[in-house]
């Protein structure tokens, strides 16, 4: 009995270590856009907070971020705060209603995530 609960213990182990990690685990953290609208009612308020996927470079992510918000501020706020656009072939969403405004950027598997 003492070994059937020792291999079933041992498999249980085994069974968690191959599991996926969480789906916070699949995204990495990449450095704010400083200061993107110099010279404007949203001077020194950054692009904080970006997070992408793995297939995607921190590179890429601060330009996905960075044009994509700028065109979401020139659409503005609407009746509905959640925004659908199109940018470089990236679907985004964003609240623009709230304090911090969030948003995420799709294309495929890929993913962006940045907070203004």
Do not use: N
């Not at 996926?20 to 001077?43: I, N, Q």
């Amino acid at each position: 009995m003492k070994r059937l609960r020792l291999s079933l213990l041992a498999a249980l182990l085994a069974l968690a270590a191959a599991a996926p990690a969480p789906a916070l685990a699949r995204f990495h953290a990449c450095k704010p856009v400083r200061d993107p609208y110099p010279h404007s009612r949203y001077a020194h308020v950054d692009l904080t907070r970006i997070r992408a996927s793995a297939a995607v470079s921190c590179t890429a992510a601060r330009r996905v971020a960075r044009g994509a918000h700028r065109k979401a501020l020139r659409i503005g706020t609407g009746a509905a705060p959640r925004r659908f656009l199109m940018w470089h072939g990236w679907t985004v969403t964003g609240d623009l209603e709230s304090d911090h405004d969030r948003y995420v950027a799709r294309k495929d598997d890929r993913q962006v995530r940045w907070r203004f």
